[in-house]
């Protein structure tokens, strides 16, 4: 059974196989955690996106998948990048996040991680609620078949830890 934590706090510090990126298609990088990531990692984790945007990922990583690549100068083994949507009122694209998830689980237990760190993707610049942000990622964790462990929801600031330890206690009990 997979055991669900949560630390408020830089994921970037945090000592686990692998860590989950909230990044942008284009997996070369960009604001919020997706640049926190790089630099914290170095160059290595940039090398490595690049050569997926020259073979198999040209066109850039869709929304809902997930790849992985070293993570570089960070205490982890792993980078597992995941495209979250972009919030809409008009269009539930709640699969979507739920998928982001699903996906970096499916490379994690590929690679082996037995622990893995989660921002709260989609959470940020994307727009998403927090509340709904945290519901789709504790009930997907808690419903998705994995050899991982430790899920460790990483959040950056005190309301979002507080939506999910909301989350985890309503799903808990």
């Known amino acids: 059974m997979t055991v669900i934590t949560l ?3 830089d ?3 945090q000592t686990v196989d692998a860590l989950v990126n ?3 298609s284009s997996l070369l990088g960009g604001g919020g955690v997706d640049g926190a990531i790089h630099r914290r ?3 290595a984790i940039l090398e490595e996106c690049r ?3 020259a073979s198999q990922y040209g066109k850039g990583l869709r929304t809902g998948q997930a790849v992985a690549t070293t ?3 960070m205490d982890a083994r792993w980078v597992i990048h995941t495209v979250g949507p972009v919030f809409s009122r008009s269009e539930d694209r709640s699969a979507l996040l739920a998928s982001c998830y699903r996906e970096s689980l499916r490379i994690a237990d590929e690679l082996g991680a037995r622990s893995v760190a989660f921002p709260a993707v989609s959470a940020g610049i994307y727009g998403w609620p927090m509340d709904d942000a945290a519901r789709i990622a504790v009930a997907t964790v808690r ?3 994995t050899d991982v462990e430790e899920v460790r929801f990483v959040l950056f600031d005190e309301r ?3 939506a999910f330890a909301r989350e985890t206690a309503q799903r808990s009990g």
């Open 7 to 9: 630390v408020q706090g």
């Open 11 to 13: 994921i970037t510090g």
């Open 22 to 24: 909230a990044a942008n």
């Open 41 to 43: 990692g170095g160059p």
């Open 51 to 53: 050569k997926l945007r």
């Open 71 to 73: 993570a570089g100068r």
């Open 143 to 145: 419903a998705t078949p």
């Open 160 to 162: 979002a830890y507080e």
